[in-house]
């Protein structure tokens, strides 16, 4: 195909993806997908392949594809054009946790399917044992909310009323659920016209030509860059998990090593035995992590399509283990263990190129919750459910970003403005964390600081939540990130330290709720981190004065706010660091 062709008709359908993507942020109900945008959408290619993706959250991309290749297989012959099929089914097809619902609806062009257009977006409650759907200590995923095998929500562009009706009736919330669930609708609906319309404009032949190139482009081009690795093994890498949320004093082991072979990589990942807690991990969420973490080190620049599947192996510890769960295991934190598994992964393809990846980010977050009853009369329930999460980990030749998500969860902080607008609340505080990133020559990104104020009684908490007790390891001599922490009613007489996974906590009016999370670790020997920088990082509050002499070993005067450079000399001198041996993979 004429090249010009190939990247106009490649980049319209990402740009399609992007269009559909800001719809449904638009269209959406929840705060957490119109302000957080825990959503993912893919268009995928008649035979399940992935071609065009915009997503805030990636590791929803690989769950969307495994999903639609489940409904070509079972519903062969009995896809028809108007047809939407809804799932979050954790063990049909393989979902994050039964939160994410997807809506895939197949693209006809003259009476042949040529596409599928598939989204999926959390759910601030679906049901289950506590308000806001996730509780940190379920023990199985009947806990978790309505599980809706694949089933077809329209069925040739008649509403399944039955269904809908079922959700509806099993959410704390309805207006909301189905609200983002029609905003989906929409997505993909818009996705069928303008995709039609590519096809119009280019001919079916063409479209459907420049999906397969691409994709062989994408795959030859990568199975080049890993050819040019060095070959050999790498690991393992092990970190822990603080708990499962029911087994509080007994951490959860995630390992990788990796097998560079020719063109191809090879991951073996080894974990804990099944968790009572939901903290279990579906092999499909455990391939979408592996495939994002090479794309991040090694192709960052290349198309994110099915090209970029195929040189990648993995192969997974038992049935039931952490990495390889039975049903009815519990799922609904899997996130937390996929951010424990993105740096193993990362911190093992850092053995191999050192240069090109970064140390791991905070991972402290995950998801608070405050649920109850609107004031004003009326009986409508609330779910103010917020992702949030620490700092970047620092990158070779830079800082870590502070204050963000990163890896396979990139989504937004919800604004203190919009919280404070539909949600009885108010937010006393939300900045950067001093002293929370993981020190080096290049810093850690820094955690944050957000404490709420409950504006009304009656309101249930729930966290999910992690990095309390192991925090996030840094790079090449550097040191790990501080530990996150949570208080309820930080400034009260007898303060009252919560455990990182708590369901249903009662709260009343004027209670307040201090969140603490750690940043990410830092790369390289901090003694080598330039006395300036350091001495920016204390006059923006980023930096203690004591962490600046005892951890970097850069003194400060105080009286002219610069460095002193024959103390520094002296103190670098005398300081030996935490630890000279290499930090990837230290806990």
Known sequence: MDAIKLEVIYNATNQIAYELTQKLMRNGYSSIVKESQDLALSICDRDGRNVGQYSPNPVGLGVVGSQLKGILQDFAGAIDEGDTFILNHPYRYCQNHPSDVTLIAPVFYRGE??????????????????????????????????????????????????????????????????????????????????????????????????????????????????????????????????????????????????????????????????????????????????????????????????????????????????????????VNMYATTCHRLAPVIMMVLAQALPERVAAPQSSSGGAVSFNGVEPGGGGRRYSQYEILWGGYGARPGKDGVSGCAADISNVMSTPVEALENEFPVRMQCFEVNPDSAGAGQYRGGLGIRRAWQVLNDDVTLNLRLDRFKFSSPGLFGAHPSA??????????????????????????????????????????????????????????????????????????DTQSMTVDAAATARQRARATGPDTKDTIGVT
């Not at 599980?147 to 909301?176: C, D, F, H, M, S």
């Not at 609200?179 to 079916?204: E, M, S, W, Y």
């Not at 249903?504 to 004027?510: A, C, D, E, Q, T």
């Not at 923006?540 to 400060?556: D, I, Q």
């Open 113 to 330: 399917i040529m596409a599928f257009v598939g989204n999926t977006a959390h759910k601030p409650d679906i049901g289950g044992k506590v308000p806001g759907t996730n509780a940190g200590d379920a023990t199985e995923v009947f806990q978790e909310g309505l599980l809706i095998p694949p089933l077809k929500l329209y069925e040739r562009g008649v509403l399944n009323e039955a269904v809908r009706q079922l959700i509806r009736a099993n959410t704390r919330i309805p207006e909301v659920t189905w609200g983002d669930i029609r905003a989906q609708v929409t997505a993909n609906l818009h996705g069928i016209d303008r995709l039609a319309a590519l096809a119009d404009r280019f001919g079916l032949d063409d479209v459907l030509a420049c999906w397969e190139e691409r994709i062989a482009i994408t795959e030859r081009e990568l199975r080049s860059r890993i050819a040019a690795m060095p070959p050999g093994i790498y690991g393992p890498v092990t970190d822990y998990i603080d708990d499962d949320g029911v087994e509080l004093e007994k951490p959860l082991a995630v390992t990788a090593t990796l097998h560079v072979r020719g063109d191809e990589l090879e991951f073996e990942f080894a974990s804990a035995r099944q968790s009572r807690g939901p903290l279990n991990l579906r092999p499909c969420v455990v391939r979408a992590v592996a495939e994002y973490c090479v794309q991040a080190a090694i192709g960052p620049d290349l198309p994110k399509n099915q090209g970029c599947s195929a040189p990648i192996r993995i192969n997974l510890p038992p049935p039931g283990h952490l990495l390889n769960p039975e049903f009815p295991a519990p």
């Open 483 to 556: 530990p996150a922490r949570c208080t309820l009613n930080p400034d009260r007489e007898q303060p009252r330290p919560l455990h990182s996974k708590t369901a249903n906590i009662r709260l009343s009016r004027g209670d307040t709720l201090l969140l603490e999370l750690g940043g990410g670790g830092g790369w390289g020997d901090p003694l080598a981190r330039d006395p300036e920088r350091v001495l920016d990082d204390v006059r923006n509050g980023y930096v203690s004065l004591e962490a600046a002499r005892e951890v970097y070993g850069v003194v400060v």
